[in-house]
């Protein structure tokens, strides 16, 4: 009985421990790839967020105050009132 031992010891053990051993490497191969991902998908959010800053500056030089003058002059051809245009109307409350 002594043999037996030995045997399965070999029979068994050996096979779990090189099958233990493979699915360790795939896993160590499959999270390798998933950090590779990661780092991937990182680097195209910092991308992401410096063309969003370029995106909302422009946007706000867009909208400014003087860019909106100048579309008003020289493609509206409106222009500054003078102060003697400037009407002032006084409206007095009715009782009554």
Known sequence: MKKIYPVF?????????????IFSLLCSIKLSAVNDRVRELDEQCRTLM????RLTAEYESLASIDKVEKYA???????????TQ???IEMKEQVG
């Open 9 to 21: 010891f070999s029979a068994v053990v050996f096979p779990f421990s090189a099958l233990m051993l």
């Open 50 to 53: 410096l063309e969003n800053e």
């Open 73 to 83: 002059v020289s493609v509206l051809g409106m222009q500054q009132c003078e102060a």
């Open 86 to 88: 400037i009407v002032y």
